[in-house]
């Protein structure tokens, strides 16, 4: 089971530092606008690119998409990848973000 957080807990853990957030939504989307401090992994390369020890293991992974969808493929391969991987997705993803009138960069 994928544990799965709102947009206020990304807030606060990304505020805290105990989260590296990854959107794995194409890269045209990504350069449309995306979560500041984010990192792109396209779901399409994901299972090629993603390495687990390219992220401090005290890091949380949270990852996060347009709605939710292909994040949660994104969470599954990694618990595939990286067995012992804490993994979260962001329920609702870039549209629950933009939703409660968070900033996105460009």
């Known amino acids: 089971m994928v544990e799965e957080i709102d947009v206020a807990t990304l807030v606060n853990m990304m505020k805290s530092g105990e989260a590296v957030l990854i959107d794995v939504r194409e890269p045209e989307e990504y350069s449309a606008g995306h979560i500041d401090k984010s990192i792109s ?5 994901f299972s090629q690119k993603f390495q687990r020890e390219d992220y401090p293991a005290n890091k949380k992974i949270v990852l996060q998409c347009q709605g939710g969808v292909r994040s949660m493929k994104a969470c599954n391969i990694v618990r595939e990848l990286a067995e012992q991987a ?21």
């Open 41 to 45: 992994i396209p779901l399409s390369v």
């Open 86 to 106: 804490h993994v979260i997705n962001l329920t609702g993803g870039l549209n629950a973000w933009k939703n409660e009138g968070l900033p996105i960069v460009k």
